[in-house]
């Protein structure tokens, strides 16, 4: 076998490796240390206080890592509704302890939950729990928000803003739909772009910068019940907003963001920050990738299951197994699975209960 084919093979399987043991971490939730989280091809460097990802560095199979520089700050989030008191309200957990970090024994993503400490959010009489999902390939990360109205009457959201600072200013590489009848790419991140992005109704686009690795972000369907679009681009920095939306007393409304990159294409391309170093190869690579944002389906909607998202759809409840009847013929098994299904879509708020905070910042 010639000497490339070899290395790619050893990387591959070293790749392989290191997702494996990624799975294998364990289940039970812990309070987090405030450190960088290692799980399988990035070290994640974590921010509490405003509960972002800042960065992660690639990890190569032999264990040595590479700055990206990919984000200086991604899914920033602020909520506002007149109606609640609340301006441009950030999600944080503080101190570092308030975040649990824990492996979905199911799937292998790491997760990443803080039910927020704002004061504000208390005293609009709502619970906001976010929640980063590192997917166990590494490659995508979703922040979720789970707002929940505790009041009486309904609360109407004028809008959720989820803003991301990747780590250099560049181009936009490529979007949803992308035609040069609208804008040929590359392009200017500008007022402008933004303006044919909204335009055209896309929803995703990728950035690129000549020294750091190329990332993709995607913010909603146009046919949701609340569209989002992109409130700002202005180099390096993107803000999505979603619309309003109403949350009905005593339920739950969510909201997504998601960032995809391709640590596995970086690696097989021996990616350092630096000039020349595979970015162009990991750009053109991730924008096909970015298609499967084109249907809200599949792991996107892992761990949503039976919640409306308001800027991406509905997700449909996991079935129930089918109960089997006792030899006796008397079946005790639905009231069982019932309650088992009632655990599972009440995980949020019982971690609520347990968290809450009502701390000032």
Known sequence: MPHALLRKAAVATGIAAVLACATALPAAADPWDGSDIDFGLGEWDVDANSFTIDDVYLVFPDTSTEYTDIWDGMGYQSITSAGASLADEEVYCDPDSNVDVTVDSATGDLLITCAADNAAFVTAGLTVVSQYRVYAASDLIRVATWITNDNATDV?????????????????????????????????????????????????????????????????????????????????????????????????????????????????????????????????????????????????????????????????????????????????????????????LGGIATLVAVRRRSATR
């Open 156 to 344: 109407d959201i004028d809008n959720v803003e989820f803003y991301t600072d990747f780590g250099s200013s560049g181009d936009l590489w490529n979007y949803q739909g992308q035609s040069d009848a609208v804008l040929p790419v590359p392009a200017s991140e500008d007022s402008t772009s933004r303006d044919a992005l909204n335009g055209a109704g896309a929803q995703w686009a990728v950035h690129f910068n000549e020294y750091d690795a190329p990332g993709g972000i995607a913010w909603g369907s146009g046919a949701a019940a609340a569209p989002a679009t992109l409130s700002e681009l202005s180099g390096d920095e993107y803000v999505a907003q979603v619309s309003s939306f109403t949350i009905p007393a005593g339920e739950t409304r969510a909201v997504a963001y998601f960032a995809l990159w391709n640590p596995a294409t970086l690696i097989t391309l021996d990616y350092t920050n630096d000039t020349d170093s595979g970015q162009v190869e990991a750009a053109n690579d991730l924008v096909p990738a970015m298609a499967e944002f084109d249907s809200f389906s599949g792991r996107l909607t892992a761990g949503l299951e039976g919640v409306s998202v308001v800027n991406w759809g509905p997700v449909t409840p996991v079935e129930p197994a089918k109960p089997q009847l006792a030899a006796t013929g008397a079946d005790a098994t639905p009231a069982i699975s019932a309650g088992l299904a009632l655990l599972v």
